[in-house]
T-cell receptor, first 109, second 113 residues
Framework: QKEVEQNSGPLSVPEGAIASLNCTYS??????FFWYRQYSGKSPELIMF????GDKEDGRFTAQLNKASQYVSLLIRDSQPSDSATYLC?????????FGKGTRLHILP | DTGVSQDPRHKITKRGQNVTFRCDPI?????LYWYRQTLGQGPEFLTY????????KSRLLSDRFSAERPKGSFSTLEIQRTEQGDSAMYLC???????????FGSGTQLSVL
């Protein structure tokens, strides 16, 4: 089993709709979870992090965590063309941050 | 705060040669990480430092790879006897402390011919 699993996509979402990105992880000792966005040819940049079970909202972004199910997700509301990128899920255990393969998101104008 | 700086941006080398990359983290960031990324994949963890101490090195990493952070400031990553499979983007990231978010540099693109 891979440490971090994400659907590689591409996930195509109409502009203005909600994009839902999912991630499962295998290490139950993971303490915090990061979502990074990576544009083509650029380095990853942090958009959200979550430590506790439940939801965390920041602007158009909501991160959801369920440690019992080892599942974390990212919702993007009112999707914009500028949201088209690869989204990387990154669990953190003892400061070793492991990245998933990423989900390519394409927002359709 | 000038961000994380990596040098060089691009490196082309012949198989069998040694290469060295440099990373200058954001000043006062204690943690420094090295990752490798190939097309269509997420960043693959290589190693990380707390100040000058190397805390962990990936078990998947060949002995041809070595990293240092001699004074707890900049870091170098050396690859000896390069192979074509080493061709990738090498990313450096730093963070202020444990559990904090990573700030990435622009990366060094390595091409082994």
């Amino acid at each position: 089993q891979k440490e971090v699993e994400q659907n590689s996509g591409p996930l195509s979402v109409p502009e203005g709709a909600i994009a839902s990105l999912n991630c499962t992880y295998s290490d139950r000792g993971s303490q915090s979870f990061f979502w990074y966005r990576q544009y083509s040819g650029k380095s990853p940049e942090l958009i959200m992090f979550i430590y506790s079970n439940g939801d965390k909202e920041d602007g158009r972004f909501t991160a959801q965590l369920n440690k019992a199910s080892q599942y974390v997700s990212l919702l993007i509301r009112d999707s914009q063309p500028s949201d088209s990128a690869t989204y990387l899920c990154a669990p953190n255990r003892d400061d070793k941050i492991i990245f998933g393969k990423g989900t390519r998101l394409h927002i359709l104008p | 705060d000038t961000g994380v700086s990596q040098d060089p941006r691009h490196k082309i080398t012949k198989r069998g040669q040694n290469v060295t990359f440099r990373c200058d983290p954001i000043s006062e960031h204690n943690r420094l990480y090295w990752y490798r990324q190939t097309l269509g994949q997420g960043p693959e963890f290589l190693t990380y430092f707390q100040n000058e101490a190397q805390l962990e090195k990936s078990r998947l990493l060949s002995d041809r790879f070595s990293a240092e952070r001699p004074k707890g400031s900049f870091s170098t990553l050396e690859i000896q006897r390069t192979e074509q499979g080493d061709s990738a983007m090498y990313l450096c990231a730093s963070s202020p402390d444990r559990g904090e978010k990573l700030f990435f540099g622009s990366g060094t693109q390595l091409s082994v011919l």
